[in-house]
């Protein structure tokens, strides 16, 4: 079965500080795929990043990065130099490989930056 | 702008009542999906199209039905409210069959019944 797992429930921060997301995956496909997702408080969900399994390279994006490492089936968001803005539900998400293509959600993880 | 919108933002209905949530997509997506996003339960898929006319059920369909008649449209319609079915409804549509396309998601329908 596939799973995500999103252990930190909510964080807090003071703007500028670093913050990493944690987020833990279970699938036996061999070939998947895996989003992170941001919801800020208006509730819209705005796509971040996608990563392959076959592409285990850290991406940076400006203030943001992303760790994905297939030995420990995490792919952890890290937030650098924080701002009140990047205060929302981060999601991090594994889309099920059938006719479906159903995203299977983690619980999210509720980051409060703080002035 | 080019995206997936969903109409309206905020219903309040009345138990029994029907509605239709509309959903539409300018991309030329040929997938498209309802989820429902609920305190505890995290987004659940209710049914979803892999192309015009062509629709089947998520984990979640009971109450709900869909039709897909264009590429553009995914309409969601409750056939009588129920209060288990308040939530907020997100529509999410993504370019062809490949897996590694990012799935867009609408603004979201924030629907309370009564």
């Known amino acids: 079965a596939q799973k995500v797992t999103q252990a930190q429930t909510e964080i807090s921060v003071v703007e500028k500080e670093d913050v990493t997301l944690d987020c833990v995956y279970e699938?036996?496909?061999?070939?998947?795929?895996l989003f992170w997702y941001k919801q800020p408080p208006s509730g819209e969900l705005v796509f971040l990043i996608r990563r392959n399994s076959f592409d285990e390279q850290n991406e940076i994006s400006g203030r943001y990065s992303w760790n994905f490492q297939k030995s420990t089936s995490s792919f952890n968001f890290t937030i650098t130099a924080s701002q009140v803005v990047d205060s929302a539900v981060y999601f991090c998400a594994l889309p099920r490989v059938d006719s479906s293509y159903k995203l299977i959600f983690g619980s999210g993880t509720r980051l409060l930056v703080r002035p | 702008n080019a995206g997936v919108t969903q109409t309206p933002k905020f219903q309040v209905l009345k138990t029994g009542q029907s509605m239709t949530l509309q959903c539409a997509q300018d991309m030329n997506h040929e997938y498209m999906s309802w989820y429902r996003q609920d305190p505890g339960m995290g987004l659940r898929l209710i049914h979803y199209?892999?192309?015009?006319?062509?629709?089947d059920q998520g984990e979640v369909p009971n109450g709900y039905n869909v039709s897909r008649s264009t590429t553009e449209d995914f309409p969601l319609r409750l056939l009588s409210a129920a209060p288990s079915q308040t939530s907020v409804y997100f529509c999410a549509s993504r370019p062809g069959l490949i897996f590694n396309y990012g799935y867009t998601f609408g603004s979201g329908t924030r629907l309370t019944v009564v």
């Open positions: 699938t036996r496909d061999t070939t998947y795929y």
């Open positions: 199209s892999v192309g015009a006319g062509i629709t």
